[in-house]
């Protein structure tokens, strides 16, 4: 099946699911309160208990702090509400990025995108800059971050990426009539003097990778943090303050036998006022 045919199948396969739009539920009361995004796909499964944000939550928790889920499904007075709220902000992982948002036409190979889920990032970007707060991306977080910021992105690694050292960023399993995303796993070089290279207290580390887009054009204002081997950008962070630091790999999905990884979202909760 063609890229074009499983973004139909997805369209219809996501409506079917619909009977009422609910938002995700929201309950926190530390003074450490971080905003996490949720896209049609992720607020309509936490309608029926399935979070699928549940490891970034978590992670958030065991550090001491909570969350403010802010969905596609909140009204504009709803989302500025939560946002008054939150003292930092992670963007997790999900669809791709339409690529109108970096003055780019779709590519035949670009899988399915949430538009609304690029108009609430890009609007709760914008106030976690007007309000200097926190921010950590994280795959499509650490991808929509960059292109806030004025950067490019690979709209599919494997076609529009060229390197004589061959990494394998994404595995597939088919499901139905999709593929799936499976873990692979490949080293990636950190800069040093980076505030993730300080971070993670390693110049080389093993990271998982489950995406086919990627950072093409570094927003002004980033500097590159990791590359993997083939010299694909890993990472990305903001020079200077505040805490801004987009990783392309999945820290939360690691943590529990990595602990190294929990840094990350240490350093994350340390840096909010």
């Given amino acids: 099946m063609n890229s074009k045919m499983k973004k139909i199948f997805f369209v219809l396969f996501t409506s079917a699911i619909i009977i009422t739009a609910c938002g995700p539920e929201t309950s926190c009361t530390s003074d450490k309160t971080i905003g996490i995004t949720y896209g049609k796909i992720q607020s309509i499964l936490a309608c029926s208990n399935i979070d699928i944000n549940s490891e970034y939550i978590t992670q958030i928790n065991n550090h001491g702090g909570c969350v403010e889920k802010i969905s596609v499904y909140d009204d504009a007075d709803d989302i500025a509400k939560k946002l008054k709220k939150v003292k930092a902000i992670l963007i997790p992982g999900g669809l791709d990025v339409k690529p109108s948002r970096y003055n780019e036409e779709d590519d035949p190979l670009l899988e399915s995108v949430d538009e609304k889920l690029d108009v609430l990032e890009f609007k709760v970007l914008q106030y976690a800059k007007?309000?200097?707060?926190?921010?950590?991306?994280?795959?499509?977080?650490?991808?929509?971050?960059?292109?806030?910021?004025?950067?490019?992105?690979?709209?599919?690694?494997?076609?529009?990426?060229?390197?004589?050292?061959?990494?394998?960023?994404?595995?597939?399993?088919?499901?139905?009539?999709?593929?799936?995303?499976?873990?692979?796993?490949?080293?990636?070089?950190?800069?040093?003097?980076?505030?993730?290279?300080?971070?993670?207290?390693?110049?080389?580390?093993?990271?998982?990778?489950?995406?086919?887009?990627?950072?093409?054009?570094?927003?002004?204002?980033?500097?590159?943090?990791?590359?993997?081997?083939?010299?694909?950008?890993?990472?990305?962070?903001?020079?200077?303050?505040?805490?801004?630091?987009?990783?392309?790999?999945?820290?939360?999905?690691?943590?529990?036998?990595?602990?190294?990884?929990?840094?990350?979202?240490?350093?994350?909760?340390?840096?909010?006022?």
């Fill in 130 to 273: 007007e309000n200097k707060l926190p921010v950590l991306g994280i795959c499509r977080g650490h991808q929509i971050l960059n292109v806030f910021y004025g950067g490019s992105l690979y709209q599919d690694i494997p076609s529009h990426y060229k390197s004589e050292n061959k990494v394998v960023h994404r595995k597939t399993k088919g499901w139905l009539i999709i593929n799936l995303p499976q873990p692979c796993f490949h080293d990636i070089t950190i800069q040093k003097g980076s505030l993730l290279h300080s971070i993670l207290g390693a110049d080389r580390i093993n990271v998982n990778s489950y995406h086919h887009q990627g950072v093409k054009a570094v927003a002004p204002g980033f500097s590159v943090a990791a590359k993997s081997d083939d010299g694909f950008i890993e990472a990305i962070e903001w020079k200077g303050e505040p805490f801004i630091i987009g990783v392309q790999f999945h820290p939360e999905k690691m943590a529990e036998e990595r602990p190294q990884f929990k840094r990350i979202f240490q350093e994350f909760l340390n840096r909010i006022d």
